[in-house]
DNA sequence: ACCTTGACAGAAT
DNA sequence: AATTCTGCCAAGG
């Protein structure tokens, strides 16, 4: 889309991080890859760091994004324990208290779009 | 206007 | 095998 996009880098984060399915979690750099840029893994967690948060549109389900090891990364700026309990309360297997189960929870946003869980 | 930081990931040393 | 450094983009100081 045209030479310049404005749409700033944050919000095809947005765009991927909202297709996230209830119940699943996907890594920062999924995320990245899929937006064809893989090293900008970091700036995908920035993105959210800096991105509208709760309350405004598009909805981020930021607790949805989670580090390659599944560790909720972003639980020291959400506050740990809202992380992981909104995620536990969507049925997200936990391996350890502030850890994801990937292998069962992992959502790829490429060519998953949002099939009926 | 310049430099540093930022919720990561992967390659290099 | 473990640690270091780079890559990418944007915003804050």
Known sequence: M???DRNSYFKRVYEVVVRI???????????AAY???VN???????????AP???TEPYLPCHRV??????????ASFGGDI???????????????F???????????SGESDKKQ
């Open 2 to 4: 045209s030479k310049s």
């Open 21 to 31: 399915p209830k119940g699943k979690v996907t890594t920062y750099g999924a995320v």
């Open 66 to 75: 989670v580090n390659k090891f599944g560790d909720l990364s972003g639980k």
């Open 83 to 97: 992380m992981r309990e909104r995620l536990q309360q969507e049925g997200v297997s936990f391996v350890d208290e």
């Open 99 to 109: 850890r994801v189960d990937l292998e069962r929870c992992f959502w790829d946003p």
């Open 53 to 55: 948060g709760f309350g």
């Open 40 to 50: 900008d893994a970091r700036m995908v967690g920035w993105a959210l760091s800096s």
């Open 35 to 37: 937006l064809g840029t």
